[in-house]
């Protein structure tokens, strides 16, 4: 995005543009003529209040701190001036007319762990089902977490922990459950 600063040639107030959108700041006549229709441009980088600033025009005098530049990585606490007359921009000027660019960076640790858990509740939903519908042959012990074990063997399932037998009838595929005292 792209933010073009100048001044309003019918008015000579502060102009701050972004694609079609346009704002006129301060007080007609404000602006002298040293300063251009279409002065300098700022780009907004990734990080809130950091952006890229060039002068458009070479025979535009544009300063960050009171040095003359062309191009430079600037920050909403420069100071930044325009003209001979070293008229002084205004940030709040862009406020009303720049989106606001927000770190939502943290989101992806958040998005990485949910489907992390998401796969693995895939899975074992998948070898739950598996077992249900007898395309587990072998028996097997799969931990489910501190001492909790699901005991697999053909047609049945206990879950230890949690005293439950969950059998299968392979020819009907009947499911019946029952409490195991240990």
């Given at each position: ?24 700041y ?6 002298p ?34 040095v ?62 598996a ?13 489910i977490g ?18 439950a037998?969950i ?16």
């Amino acid at each position: 995005m792209e933010i073009i600063v100048g001044r309003k040639q019918d008015t000579s107030q502060l102009k701050v543009s972004i694609g079609n959108k346009e704002k006129a700041y301060g007080s007609l006549g404000s602006v002298p003529k040293s300063v251009s229709r279409q002065h300098f441009s700022l780009t907004q980088e990734s990080e809130p209040g950091i952006f890229i600033l060039r002068n458009l025009n070479p025979a535009n005098e544009t300063k960050v701190n009171g040095v003359n530049v062309e191009q430079k990585r600037v920050t909403t606490g420069d100071d930044i001036t325009m003209g001979v007359d070293n008229y002084p921009f205004d940030w709040d000027a862009i406020a009303e007319v720049a989106p606001r660019i927000y770190d939502i960076s943290y989101l992806k640790e958040v998005w990485d762990s949910y489907h992390q858990q998401k796969m693995k509740i895939q899975i074992q939903q998948g070898r739950f089902n598996a077992m249900l519908t007898g395309h587990v042959h072998k028996p097997f012990i799969h931990h489910i977490g501190g001492s909790s074990a699901l005991a697999v063997g053909a047609g049945s399932i206990t879950i230890c922990r949690s005293c439950a037998q969950i059998d299968v009838d392979q020819e009907t595929g009947a499911i019946s459950a029952r409490t195991i005292i240990l």
